[in-house]
Protein backbone atom coordinates (compact mmCIF):
# COMPACT_ATOMS: atom_id res chain seq x y z
CA UNK A 1 0.00 0.00 0.00
CA UNK A 2 1.35 3.43 -1.17
CA UNK A 3 -0.09 5.86 1.70
CA UNK A 4 -0.08 9.44 1.19
CA UNK A 5 -1.32 9.89 4.85
CA UNK A 6 0.50 8.25 7.97
CA UNK A 7 0.60 9.18 11.52
CA UNK A 8 1.41 7.20 14.72
CA UNK A 9 0.00 7.97 17.99
CA UNK A 10 1.06 5.96 21.44
CA UNK A 11 -1.71 5.82 24.09
CA UNK A 12 -0.99 4.25 27.55
CA UNK A 13 -4.48 3.07 28.85
CA UNK A 14 -7.34 1.15 27.70
CA UNK A 15 -8.94 4.84 28.30
CA UNK A 16 -6.88 6.34 26.36
CA UNK A 17 -7.36 4.07 23.15
CA UNK A 18 -11.35 4.63 23.58
CA UNK A 19 -10.62 8.82 23.46
CA UNK A 20 -8.75 8.70 20.49
CA UNK A 21 -11.97 6.34 18.78
CA UNK A 22 -14.31 8.20 19.65
CA UNK A 23 -12.89 11.01 18.24
CA UNK A 24 -12.59 9.70 14.82
CA UNK A 25 -15.86 8.09 15.41
CA UNK A 26 -17.11 12.10 15.49
CA UNK A 27 -15.15 12.59 12.39
CA UNK A 28 -16.85 10.01 10.13
CA UNK A 29 -19.78 9.91 7.75
CA UNK A 30 -21.26 7.44 5.25
CA UNK A 31 -19.26 6.06 2.70
CA UNK A 32 -16.01 5.94 5.42
CA UNK A 33 -14.74 2.82 5.96
CA UNK A 34 -12.07 2.02 8.55
CA UNK A 35 -9.91 -0.92 8.22
CA UNK A 36 -8.58 -2.32 11.47
CA UNK A 37 -5.31 -4.22 11.93
CA UNK A 38 -3.26 -5.94 14.37
CA UNK A 39 -2.66 -9.21 16.63
CA UNK A 40 -5.08 -11.00 18.17
CA UNK A 41 -5.70 -9.25 21.83
CA UNK A 42 -4.37 -5.74 20.47
CA UNK A 43 -7.80 -4.04 21.11
CA UNK A 44 -9.44 -3.66 17.96
CA UNK A 45 -12.58 -4.60 18.91
CA UNK A 46 -12.06 -2.35 22.07
CA UNK A 47 -11.59 0.91 19.48
CA UNK A 48 -14.56 -0.07 17.51
CA UNK A 49 -16.44 -0.65 20.65
CA UNK A 50 -15.64 2.74 22.03
CA UNK A 51 -16.41 4.63 18.34
CA UNK A 52 -19.66 2.86 18.22
CA UNK A 53 -21.30 3.21 21.35
CA UNK A 54 -19.67 6.97 21.59
CA UNK A 55 -21.94 7.64 18.14
CA UNK A 56 -25.06 5.75 19.67
CA UNK A 57 -24.42 7.83 22.86
CA UNK A 58 -24.90 11.32 20.97
CA UNK A 59 -28.64 9.85 20.34
CA UNK A 60 -29.41 9.56 23.88
CA UNK A 61 -29.22 5.26 23.26
CA UNK A 62 -26.69 2.40 25.37
CA UNK A 63 -26.46 -0.56 23.75
CA UNK A 64 -24.51 -3.55 23.68
CA UNK A 65 -21.91 -3.81 21.34
CA UNK A 66 -20.55 -7.20 20.98
CA UNK A 67 -17.71 -8.51 18.85
CA UNK A 68 -18.82 -9.75 15.82
CA UNK A 69 -16.12 -12.45 15.85
CA UNK A 70 -19.04 -15.17 15.52
CA UNK A 71 -22.03 -12.95 13.57
CA UNK A 72 -19.23 -11.75 11.72
CA UNK A 73 -21.21 -8.45 11.06
CA UNK A 74 -23.10 -6.38 13.43
CA UNK A 75 -25.12 -3.26 12.53
CA UNK A 76 -26.18 -0.27 14.16
CA UNK A 77 -28.76 2.32 12.73
CA UNK A 78 -27.54 5.64 14.03
CA UNK A 79 -30.63 6.87 11.76
CA UNK A 80 -28.61 9.16 9.13
CA UNK A 81 -26.41 6.27 8.56
CA UNK A 82 -25.70 2.38 9.50
CA UNK A 83 -22.63 2.00 10.85
CA UNK A 84 -21.42 -1.67 10.07
CA UNK A 85 -18.73 -3.48 12.54
CA UNK A 86 -17.43 -6.82 10.79
CA UNK A 87 -14.89 -9.46 11.90
CA UNK A 88 -13.01 -11.57 9.43
CA UNK A 89 -11.06 -13.31 11.17
CA UNK A 90 -13.17 -16.73 10.34
CA UNK A 91 -13.79 -15.93 6.40
CA UNK A 92 -11.97 -18.43 4.08
CA UNK A 93 -12.29 -16.63 0.78
CA UNK A 94 -12.76 -12.85 0.15
CA UNK A 95 -16.18 -13.68 -2.01
CA UNK A 96 -17.92 -14.00 1.03
CA UNK A 97 -17.86 -10.47 1.41
CA UNK A 98 -19.92 -10.16 -0.88
CA UNK A 99 -22.42 -12.77 0.76
CA UNK A 100 -22.28 -10.27 3.95
CA UNK A 101 -23.40 -7.36 2.18
CA UNK A 102 -20.49 -5.30 3.38
CA UNK A 103 -19.58 -4.58 -0.55
CA UNK A 104 -22.28 -2.53 -0.85
CA UNK A 105 -22.00 -1.70 2.94
CA UNK A 106 -19.05 0.57 1.75
CA UNK A 107 -20.75 2.96 -0.52
CA UNK A 108 -23.41 3.83 2.19
CA UNK A 109 -22.40 3.06 5.60
CA UNK A 110 -19.77 3.77 8.22
CA UNK A 111 -17.87 0.49 8.05
CA UNK A 112 -15.52 -1.05 11.16
CA UNK A 113 -13.27 -3.91 9.69
CA UNK A 114 -11.09 -6.09 11.58
CA UNK A 115 -8.98 -8.27 9.96
CA UNK A 116 -9.31 -6.31 6.78
CA UNK A 117 -6.41 -8.38 5.32
CA UNK A 118 -8.80 -10.90 4.97
CA UNK A 119 -10.57 -8.29 2.26
CA UNK A 120 -8.40 -8.91 -0.35
CA UNK A 121 -8.89 -6.81 -3.32
CA UNK A 122 -12.07 -5.82 -2.16
CA UNK A 123 -10.70 -3.35 -0.14
CA UNK A 124 -12.18 0.37 -0.75
CA UNK A 125 -9.26 2.42 -1.80
CA UNK A 126 -9.96 5.13 -0.13
CA UNK A 127 -10.40 3.60 3.27
CA UNK A 128 -8.49 4.83 6.41
CA UNK A 129 -6.09 1.76 7.94
CA UNK A 130 -5.82 1.66 11.37
CA UNK A 131 -3.11 -0.77 12.96
CA UNK A 132 -3.43 -1.54 16.78
CA UNK A 133 -0.17 -2.75 18.04
CA UNK A 134 1.19 -3.85 21.82
CA UNK A 135 3.38 -1.15 23.32
CA UNK A 136 6.30 -1.07 25.76
CA UNK A 137 3.53 -1.51 28.57
CA UNK A 138 1.06 -4.10 29.24
CA UNK A 139 -1.73 -1.85 28.35
CA UNK A 140 0.03 0.69 25.75
CA UNK A 141 -0.83 0.62 22.30
CA UNK A 142 0.68 1.91 19.16
CA UNK A 143 -2.15 2.64 16.57
CA UNK A 144 -1.27 4.27 12.77
CA UNK A 145 -3.68 5.34 11.00
CA UNK A 146 -2.55 5.52 7.03
CA UNK A 147 -4.71 6.27 3.85
CA UNK A 148 -5.28 8.76 0.68
CA UNK A 149 -3.95 12.40 1.18
CA UNK A 150 -7.88 13.30 1.69
CA UNK A 151 -8.04 11.54 5.39
CA UNK A 152 -4.95 13.79 6.43
CA UNK A 153 -7.33 17.24 6.58
CA UNK A 154 -10.36 14.89 7.74
CA UNK A 155 -7.79 13.52 11.21
CA UNK A 156 -5.86 16.48 11.99
CA UNK A 157 -8.21 18.12 14.58
CA UNK A 158 -9.10 14.96 15.66
CA UNK A 159 -5.79 13.56 16.63
CA UNK A 160 -4.27 17.27 16.85
CA UNK A 161 -5.28 16.49 20.52
CA UNK A 162 -3.68 13.20 21.41
Known amino acids: MNDAFHLTVDT ?10 IRLGAALGPGDTVLLDGPVGAGKS ?3 RALIQSRLAALGRMEDVPSPSFTLVQTYD ?5 IWHADLYRLSDPQEIVE ?5 AFSTAICL ?3 AGHLGDMAP ?3 LHV ?5 AAPEA ?4 FSGPASWQDRLSAVLAAV
Open 12 to 21: FAPDQTAELA
Open 100 to 104: LGLEE
Open 125 to 127: AAA
Open 78 to 82: LEAVE
Open 113 to 115: VEW
Open 46 to 48: HFS
Open 141 to 144: RQIS
Open 131 to 135: SILPG
